[in-house]
């Protein structure tokens, strides 16, 4: 189709056009009344700003049975071609049209405030279509694949659901209960669906909350999960929330959308206008608000939290509405005031063609977020309270300390330790942490941040400890064997009831050599799920065993000491480390992470201790080296690997700088590289370098690559860039590495292999 100039294109240089193109013969069926909520669509030509133009798409009529009826209601659903795109990035755009414009504001504060995967990529212009001519919304990115992938770029995998109500037809064309449905007027008895158990048959849920997205899977499986939870109470509704939902998402989604007051949204007039989810990296439901046409609708001193529906349980947990006061007074403060918004309000009501119905909005503003700061308990300093803030003593290796923070209190983390410290707030302004102690007197320093964080508070206070042990930590315990993927398990093996993962494996060190580790409480998160109950002390360097199952870990490993086992007797076939790599993640008895690494089964990680018998061991454990690189871990010297003690070579005891064979190589370079070749460099087209050098896997050694433009200033090359991993003897192993050129032009480039012990 194509159009000639006709005079109706908006030319204040404010705003852009779009118009789109279908026969009279296809308009003429898309505002037929039996046709109107049909999602079939029609061929359309699209032409942007009079001159980019769209061949060979699609648009079809959008909105509910209330908004496709009314003239100034209804938008549109373009489709383009996929070599097509619109704007290069978009296979699907949305033409909104609400009784006034005030969606773009809101939508503009969800992607200042940030936090909550809300991003929306929304512009205004002059449409021109059938039945329209007027200023519209185009709505990009919604919750399409786009939006999605720009979330989770390599596993864009979850299921969007769109919670709405039934429409039921009130008539037909001729009053014959046989002939055509009209849509229009419609009601809504039966057809609200709010949180509730419905059973466990996906059924009785697919039609108030409708796949959105991957309909093929067609899992309502976090639906019903979702909805059963609600039926709960006490702490079993929290303990199985918590593992829905993420909380803290949540609870910044309905801070936002109870600031701009639309009162069309789920706990407000009706049960829907949100849409959920399942975010793919742990299959918890993520909340996404829809439909924001009705946005500062509500009055300025109307609740915060939703009225109505079982929604109102979540604000009925003490943590759970401290962690929504958090994030509203952080709204209030960087997103929803006057000061930063009052310009965007000038500008988008500009744009919009609307300044006049902006024009309260400012005000708005001002009085809801008054109101919101007004529901926030009393201000008071951030402060430990433990013994009146007074130091004291104890025979245990950590303590519980309390303390005061008002809403602004976003993290406690303890000085020197990067990790925040898990937070039990057991009021609104009242929490709790544990910390680890050392034997004697400890001097710890708290300090609290916003979100942004930014420091709202510190405190001290002294302890002393008369503990014979430490508590587990990232400073003194680390993974350091894993044995994901054992030896194919033989016939003998299968008659004795033992199948190839049962002998998976994982081993953990002390790095202390001073102080006995206590392992109480310590457990894995992620990887394999697993904690560690009863009181076991590691001592000094000491090494444990965390086998998969008991009988099969004694079958190949008789005599070696273990604790425990992950195998789970209700599901034989989970709870198993991944053939293909995955994250493992380390807890301390605080919740803070003591490791947390992804290992994988390609170059540049073993591929020995993928299957061929060999287990994963970690290069010098002593020196904690960072689990996330490939080249601090290698395969064991022996099938099934070393459980409970080391094949390494003994540790470098020599001069570091001496050269005793004359080689002239410093001792501890003969050490770590072996016998094997000096490094060698050869340079890239785009000025950068392959660095190849040879080293001695078995050497307690680390080894990493350094540049420099002046022999004064070095920078680590990131080993992201590992090309190559070879054997080439007994020990000896060959790698490349891509050393990427400078960022600035240079006309010297100096690079250095260095060990350390």
């Known amino acids: 189709f194509y159009r000639v100039a006709n005079g109706d294109a908006d030319t204040s240089g404010i705003r852009g056009n779009l118009r789109v193109l279908i026969s009279p013969e296809s308009e003429l069926l898309l505002f037929t009344n039996t046709n109107r909520m049909s999602n079939d669509s029609f061929p359309a030509t699209v032409i942007e700003d009079e001159k980019v133009i769209y061949y060979a798409c699609n648009m079809r009529l959008k909105g509910s049975a209330f908004g496709r009826y009314s003239g100034t209601e209804f938008g549109y659903n373009i489709g383009f071609p996929t070599g097509r795109l619109f704007r290069g990035v978009h296979d699907s755009v949305s033409i909104e049209r609400a009784g006034n414009m005030k969606e773009i504001v809101a939508k503009h504060l969800l ?29 990009s990115s919604r919750t399409t694949n ?7 770029p390599e596993l864009s995998t979850g299921t969007v659901f769109n919670h709405e109500l039934l429409y039921q037809p009130n008539g037909t064309v001729d009053g014959n209960e ?28 697919r039609w ?22 609600f039926a709960l109470s006490g702490s079993a509704f929290t303990a199985e929330i918590s593992e829905t939902i993420d909380v803290d998402q949540w609870m910044r989604t309905w801070a936002i959308m109870g600031l701009y007051g639309n009162d069309d949204q789920f706990g407000r007039l009706y049960a829907h206008n949100w849409r959920l989810y399942q975010r793919p990296t742990d299959g918890r439901l993520i909340a996404l608000p829809w439909d924001l046409d009705r946005a500062f609708n509500l009055g300025t001193n109307s609740s915060l939290v939703a009225t109505d529906s079982k929604i109102t349980n979540l604000f009925a947990v003490p943590a759970y509405k401290r962690a929504f ?86 993290t406690i ?12 707030w057991t009021g609104p302004t009242s929490w709790s942490v544990t910390v680890s102690l050392n034997l004697g007197l400890n001097t710890i320093s708290l300090t609290a941040r916003n979100p942004q964080d930014v420091v709202t508070g510190t405190d001290q206070i002294t302890v002393t400890s008369s503990a014979t042990s430490v508590p587990a930590s990232s400073s003194n315990l680390v993974v350091s064997e894993l044995h994901y993927n054992p030896l194919t398990a033989t016939s003998a093996d299968n008659a004795a009831g033992f199948s190839t993962g049962d002998f998976e494996y994982i081993e953990l060190m002390n790095l202390s050599l001073t102080q006995p ?44 000491p273990f604790a425990g086992q992950f195998y789970d007797s209700t599901d034989p076939a989970a709870n198993q480390f991944s053939n293909g790599g995955e994250m493992i993640t380390l807890l301390a008895a605080n919740g803070q992470v003591i490791q947390s690494f992804t290992y994988d089964d390609f170059v540049p990680w073993p591929l020995e201790a993928d ?67 000096s490094p060698s460099a050869v340079p890239t087209v785009d000025g950068g370098f392959v660095f190849t050098f040879e080293r001695d896997r078995l050497a307690q050694a680390m080894v990493e690559i350094e540049r420099s433009t002046d022999l004064i200033s070095w920078e680590t090359v990131n080993n992201g860039g590992i090309l190559s991993r070879v054997a080439t003897g007994a020990s000896i192993e060959l790698i490349g590495i891509a050393v990427p050129p400078p960022s600035q032009p240079t006309n010297r480039l100096f690079l250095r292999l260095k060990v350390t012990k």
């Open 413 to 424: 983390s303890r000085d020197g330790i990067s990790t925040p410290l898990q937070i039990n």
């Open 178 to 205: 046989r002939s055509l449905k009209l849509n229009n007027p419609y009601n809504h008895n039966r057809g609200t669906y709010d949180l509730a158990d419905r059973g466990t048959d996906k059924e009785a849920y």
């Open 517 to 560: 580790v206590n392992l109480t409480n310590v457990r894995f998160d992620q990887g394999i799920s697993y904690e560690f109950t009863d009181t076991i002390i590691l001592p000094q360097g000491g090494r444990i065993v965390l086998p998969r199952l008991a009988a099969a870990f004694a079958r190949r490993h008789p005599n070696i």
């Open 208 to 229: 108030g909350w409708q796949i959105r997205s991957k309909r093929r899977n067609d899992n309502y499986d976090s639906i019903v999960r979702l909805n059963r939870a």
């Open 611 to 677: 299957g061929a018998g060999p287990s994963l061991v970690l290069i010098s454990p002593s020196s904690n080296p960072d689990p996330n690189n490939p080249l601090n871990w290698r395969a064991s010297t022996t099938t099934s690997g070393n459980p409970g003690t080391s094949d390494s070579l003994p540790a470098f005891t020599g001069e570091t700088h001496a050269d005793s064979n004359g080689n002239y190589r410093a001792d501890l370079l003969d050490y770590a590289l072996g016998n094997g070749a």
């Open 111 to 139: 992607n200042r405030a940030g936090g909550g995967y809300w991003s929306q990529y929304d512009d205004v212009a002059k449409v021109n279509g059938p039945g329209v001519s007027g200023i519209a919304l185009i709505a």
């Open 146 to 152: 786009a939006f999605l992938q720009s979330l989770f």
């Open 325 to 410: 006061d958090l994030h509203l007074l952080d709204l209030v403060r960087t997103t929803f005031n006057t000061d930063y918004l009052t310009s965007w309000i000038d500008h988008l009501g500009l744009v919009a063609g609307e300044s006049a119905e902006f024009a309260g909005l400012p005000g708005y503003v001002g009085s809801r977020s008054s109101f919101a700061l007004s529901t926030l308990p009393a201000q008071l300093p951030f402060a430990i309270t433990t013994n009146g803030g007074n130091g004291f003593s104890t025979a245990n290796n950590t303590v519980i300390l309390t303390g005061n923070g008002w809403s602004d209190v976003a």
